[in-house]
């Protein structure tokens, strides 16, 4: 949570003070505002000290707290979190299982994840490096949606692999 100024640790000297439904008060010097809190029962919380004027709300301070604390977790819960999600294709993929993968790829980055593309060869056909990368780049043209390569095709041993994200 950030650091918010209450009561009498308020610098400013006049504030837009918002009551405790969300309602605009008015503009006033920090001393009514206090004096305005005490007649309340209430605290005066700065939540917007970078205005001008600095807006401060008349709440009670664990509320506030609480309110501030469901409000990170809402946020937290929210968030996507970006996967790297992995295909695996071979030299003698069939042109319907590329269209497969390649669908699953598009769902993949249509959900927002990266996804690695790996080709693997196996025994003699290491060989054929070049067949390899041409069939990667193939598998490339079947994938519907737009997007971007994060990490070129470089080749590691047996496997041909590169990275897409989606287009931004």
């Given at each position: 949570m950030q650091k918010v100024s209450l009561n009498h640790q308020i610098k400013?000297?006049?504030?837009r003070i918002v009551n405790e439904q969300g309602e605009q008060v008015g503009v006033?010097?920090?001393?009514?505002?206090?004096?305005?809190?005490?007649?309340h029962g209430l605290d005066l919380v700065e939540i917007a000290p970078n205005?001008?004027?600095?807006?401060a709300k008349l709440?009670?301070?664990?509320?506030?707290?609480?309110?501030?604390k469901k409000l990170e977790q809402q946020q937290k819960k929210n968030a996507h979190k970006t996967e790297v999600k992995?295909?695996?294709?071979?030299v003698r993929i069939s042109e319907h299982d590329m269209e497969i993968k390649a669908g699953k790829?598009?769902?993949?980055?249509?959900?927002?994840d990266i996804v690695k593309i790996e080709l693997r060869?196996?025994?003699?056909?290491?060989?054929?490096?070049?067949?390899?990368?041409?069939n990667l780049q193939k598998?490339?043209?079947f994938i519907k949606l737009p997007y971007r390569i994060e990490v070129p095709l470089k080749r590691m041993g047996g496997t041909w692999s590169l990275t897409v994200a989606p287009a931004k």
């Open positions: 400013a000297p006049t504030l006033m010097k920090l001393s009514e505002a206090l004096a305005l809190a005490h007649e205005a001008k004027p600095p807006v709440i009670d301070f664990a509320k506030f707290k609480y309110q501030q992995t295909i695996w294709i071979s790829v598009s769902e993949f980055l249509n959900d927002g060869m196996r025994g003699r056909e290491q060989a054929f490096g070049d067949l390899g990368r041409q598998f490339l043209t």
